[in-house]
Nanobody, 115 residues
Framework: QVQLVESGGGLVQAGGSLRLSCAASGRTFTSITMGWFRQAPGKEREFVARINWRGANTYYADSVKGRFTISRDNTKNTVYLQMNSLKPEDTAVYYC????????WGQGTQVTVSS
């Protein structure tokens, strides 16, 4: 069982940066793929990025490629999402997820980008 808690969201101006963190509890964290998703008001939840258990392989949605970076520190049971060059359309609740079939989810953290 893995429990996930996100932090680091907030209000930022367009062009700014934020770093989200997702702290995980549970012994299986280091062996599972982790990812970030987001859900904007009135829209469906969408995939943002994922990273494999070793941190060697990453994959991004086209909408964030080149601006966002996912990473993980298995010694701290934490996965990060560094978000640069933020745009108003990045405004959403960001969720951390993990495991096969994304069986584990955090509660989400709000990111608001003002124009």
């Amino acid at each position: 069982q893995v429990q996930l808690v996100e932090s680091g969201g907030g209000l930022v101006q367009a062009g700014g940066s934020l770093r989200l963190s997702c702290a995980a509890s549970g012994r299986t964290f280091t062996s599972i793929t982790m990812g970030w998703f987001r859900q904007a008001p009135g829209k469906e939840r969408e995939f943002v990025a994922r990273i494999n258990w070793r941190g060697a392989n990453t994959y991004y949605a086209d909408s964030v490629k080149g601006r966002f970076t996912i990473s993980r520190d298995n010694t701290k049971n934490t996965v990060y999402l560094q978000m640069n060059s933020l745009k108003p359309e990045d405004t959403a609740v960001y969720y951390c997820a993990g495991g096969n079939g994304w069986g584990y989810w955090g509660q989400g953290t709000q990111v608001t980008v003002s124009s």
